[in-house]
């Protein structure tokens, strides 16, 4: 919903965009109105910026408020769903792993002769295995295997997989520290 001082807000920057369209600059007097608009243009950015901050600075306020008083309480709840998980995932490789024992000593009976491979089968499909999904009443729980990645040396990644830090490397040549690849230079503005 517009409001009305927004509306007038909008209706003054439309003017002065047409104005900066019409502007050119082919003399001195031309080039004193253009540094006057400019300057006006400022005090109008200035009373758009506050005028916006006077209304979003109490929501961010409040926002920060607001995830201040939960930070504790989510740090807490994440702790304790870790804590669920990580016994709920040992439970199952620990089960896995005794799986893994009983299919092995009945591979060891099949080959030794001791064993048919008909009740081999019936015996390693009888064996208990944790489910991947497990369903209760109130929801479900789901073991899965991701992709993950990890650096092992860092010395041999390629190139191209390096990030400049920009922000460091800027502030290191303006200081007027020689960085190889790098140079400072000026450019003019308005």
Known sequence: METKELTVLK?????????ANELTIT????????????????????TIKERKEEITKPLNEALKSARNLFAPIEERFETVDKIVGQKLLAYKQKID?????????IADRVERGTLKIE???????????????VKTDYGQVQFRKIQKMRIVDENLIPKKYWII???????????????????????EIV
């Open 11 to 19: 209706t003054q920057v439309s003017k002065l965009e047409n104005r």
């Open 97 to 105: 792993a005794e799986v893994r024992e009983k299919e092995i000593k």
């Open 119 to 133: 009740t081999a089968e019936r015996k390693i499909e009888d064996i208990q295995r944790t489910e991947k999904t």
């Open 27 to 46: 003399s001195l007097e031309e080039n004193a109105i253009a540094i006057e608009f400019k300057a006006k243009l400022r005090d109008m950015g200035k």
């Open 165 to 187: 830090n920009e922000v460091l490397l800027r502030k290191d040549v303006l200081a007027g520290i020689v960085v190889p690849g790098a140079q400072k230079y000026e450019e």
